[in-house]
Nanobody
């Protein structure tokens, strides 16, 4: 059974930083795509950052970012720990949301929420002005 467990959310003032972690178990971590999504109250879930995980591949570690977080957020991976991170810097109030880790079978990274097979429980990020 696949489990994705997020940690690292919390409250921070605008301009601050947070680091989210997502530990994957029971999941074929290699040769797949993992990502971070977020959902604010009254809004649809949206993609934030994706990373292609495939050790030994030229494309291992390829990352993708939403325009709204490009240059401020960094997604990274620790293959040995089956863990993906999201470093969030220069946080803004509009970044406040529940952040979800997601995993997709079958390789390649796509943005649509419906492409992802597994989801974590979510972690709250609140940025105050």
């Amino acid at each position: 059974q696949v489990h994705l467990v997020e940690s690292g959310g919390g409250s921070v003032q605008a301009g601050g930083s947070l680091r989210l972690s997502c530990a994957a178990s029971g999941y074929a971590y290699d040769s797949n795509c993992m990502g971070w999504f977020r959902q604010a109250p009254g809004k649809e879930r949206e993609g934030v950052a994706l990373i292609y995980t495939s050790s030994g591949s030229t494309y291992d570690g390829t990352t993708y970012y939403a325009d709204s977080v490009e240059g401020r957020f960094t997604i990274s991976q620790d293959n040995a720990k089956n863990t993906v991170y999201l470093q969030m810097n220069s946080l803004k109030p509009e970044d406040s949301a529940v952040y979800y880790c997601a995993a997709r079978r079958g390789g390649y990274c796509f943005w649509p929420v419906t492409e992802y097979n597994y989801w974590g429980q979510g972690t709250q990020v609140t940025v105050s002005s």
